[in-house]
């Protein structure tokens, strides 16, 4: 083993030293259920909003966004801006109101004023489906970045990766709960900010911090390498997007615009659907201080994202296409191999110790996301399944955490499974397709809840169901799955045609690879449909009473009363 690879692995093991002793060291204040789901309601809205940060900042923004800028220019850049954009919906429409109508899932949101079981089975459905989406875009990032950095780029060292970080993430759940899962990702996502503000400042130092000499460098660099049609960084020409999922350029087409056009839908509707970032809203003890939070989320968010185009548009311009599609992982390991350059280089020392911190910054972030995905997903089976489905209520708190340490076992382990399969496709793509399931699903059922008074138990599962099996349906008959060279299950493609040779795999009937523009429509459709259709008695006193409640926070669980 190398100088750098013991350096890195080292880094490593102190990132997942000091996750596990702040993990240890929250359990100790895990004694109710409030305390497990929620962290006790104590967080301010400043530390959420770091929190909810270090939860949003995924792989998919520091590996995923950086390489399918570094490989594809101002194309790949357009993911951050729907990554952005998605906060002012989170803000306007979603964060004060779901804390004063929630508890602790989406799911208590949906059931004040509509029948639990029906309700709480379809949203804890919906919840453990778009978090094990997400979990494969991460772990995915885990074992491309472990491969590379410890010089074992096989398979089954992938494989082992991302074994170890699924067993890291059910730790984190079962033992620290809420409460430790928000430590970790506080702590995650100052040390995202500072090692990527350091890598940023090297790069433009590289361009004596002349931003449009970076970008012309990039532009010039990728000409020469004659790998593709390149990007046009002085024009920003909007292109295809099909390709970010590692398929084939096909060029431009009236598909390929309407894929970009259900992309950019799902990126922007789909952060208020997903059930880690809703989660979020029931750990601080006010609305004030949830739409505190999104704020300073929305201006860390922020930064983060423009500093993404440095990495991209860096790493294009000092390594080149070649070098960063050599190193495997669709433009995954765009910034870690960036930082290794501008640190001196491969062999040099500075090089060395950026690319571990670089590298350790990445695997932290991988595991603070992972674990918040899982406890998301776990609280929803055993507060809303367990406890309100199955148990009609009749169940202690102390029975109910059992049962959610249990169910983090379960999907850590079919997330770990579904991972192997899915860890060469691009980390950002990967991501793209939980938010359009999110934004498919949950979006139609919480916006339709809170604004509309004769919304109906119905409407509420037609809506979750009908967006969940539209969304899935499509993504199953697209490109992601079959038809390409890069797919799930692959297809061997005739340099000629661009197209299947009738080998392999190949059942991608629905041409788009991001659903979107159908399946999110297909969910407001679906909930609107099912509420007419309802014999259910409207309940307007009902509503009058959740209205106020979700304007003023009367009732709200925790909340602090003037």
């Known amino acids: 083993m190398t100088g750098t690879e013991t350096l890195t692995l080292t880094m490593f093991g102190a990132v997942v030293a000091l996750t596990l002793f702040i993990t240890f060291r929250a359990s100790r204040q895990n004694a109710t259920a409030a305390d497990f789901y929620s962290g006790g309601r104590s967080f301010s809205g400043f530390q959420n909003g770091l929190a909810i940060s270090g939860d949003y900042m995924s792989a998919a923004s520091f590996l995923g966004i950086s390489g399918a800028i570094a490989l594809n220019g101002y194309d790949g850049f357009l993911f951050s801006i729907g990554f952005l954009v998605a906060w002012l919906v989170a803000l306007l429409l979603v964060a004060e109101l779901l804390r004063n109508t929630g508890r602790y899932t989406m799911a208590d949101v949906l059931s004040y004023r509509m029948k639990q079981k029906p309700v709480r089975t379809a949203a804890a459905t919906s919840t453990v489906i778009v978090s094990i989406f997400y979990l494969l875009a991460q772990m995915a990032g885990a074992g491309a970045l472990v491969s590379l950095l410890i010089g074992a780029t096989s398979d089954s060292s992938k494989n082992l990766t991302i074994v170890a970080v699924g067993a890291l993430m059910i730790v984190y759940v079962t033992v620290g709960g809420m409460r430790g899962t928000t430590y970790v990702q506080i702590v995650k996502a100052c040390l995202l900010m500072g090692g990527t503000t350091v890598v940023v400042f090297l790069t433009l130092l590289k361009f004596d911090f002349n931003i449009s000499r970076m970008l012309k460098e990039a532009s010039e660099r990728d000409a020469k390498e004659k790998l593709g049609a390149g990007f046009n960084a002085a024009t920003g020409e909007v292109r295809e997007f099909l390709f970010l999922g590692g398929g084939a350029q096909y060029g431009i087409s009236g598909t390929t615009k309407i ?19 809703l989660i979020r809203f029931y750990t601080v003890p006010t609305a004030k201080d949830a739409r505190t939070s999104v704020m300073w989320a929305i201006g860390i968010i922020g930064t983060f994202y423009l500093m993404t185009l440095v990495l991209g548009f860096g790493a294009a311009a000092l390594l080149g296409r070649t070098e960063i599609a050599a190193a ?22 500075g090089g060395a110790i950026l690319l571990a911190l670089i590298s350790a910054v990445a695997f932290a972030t991988i595991l603070a996301v992972v674990a918040g995905l899982t406890l998301a997903s776990s609280s929803s089976f055993s507060h809303d399944l367990y406890a309100n489905v199955i148990k009609n209520g009749d169940c202690s708190e102390k029975e109910e955490i059992k ?13 770990i499974v579904l991972s192997l399969g899915a860890k060469n496709l691009n980390i950002a793509f990967l991501v793209a397709l939980a938010f359009a399931v999110a934004a498919s699903a949950n979006l139609p059922s919480i916006l339709l809840n809170l604004f509309w008074a004769r919304f109906n138990t119905r409407g509420a599962t037609w809506a979750i169901y009908g967006g969940l099996i539209v969304c899935i349906g499509l993504i199953v008959f697209s490109p992601n799955v079959s038809g390409e060279a890069n797919s799930l299950f692959k297809c061997n493609v005739d340099a000629a045609t661009k197209l299947c040779d009738g080998t392999g795999s190949d059942w991608s009937y629905f041409p788009l690879k991001n659903p979107g523009i159908i399946s999110i429509p297909a969910g407001f459709l679906f909930g609107i449909i099912g509420t ?3 014999k259910e008695p409207e309940s307007i006193e009902k509503y009058k009473q959740f209205e106020v409640r979700a304007l003023t926070g009367a009732g709200a669980e925790g909340a602090v009363q003037h």
């Not at 495997?328 to 020392?349: F, H, I, K, R």
């Not at 049962?403 to 997330?415: H, K, N």
Request: proline content about 4%; overall charge negative; charged content about 10%.
């Open 403 to 415: 049962v959610a340490r249990i169910a983090a076992f379960v999907i850590g382990g079919v997330s």
């Open 259 to 277: 894929d970009f056009i259900s992309l950019a839908l799902a990126l922007v509707l789909g952060t208020a659907g997903l059930p880690h970032i």
């Open 532 to 534: 007419l259709s309802s």
């Open 328 to 349: 495997g992982g669709s433009g995954n390991l765009a910034s870690p191999l960036l930082a290794e350059e501008v640190g001196g280089g491969d062999g040099s020392a």
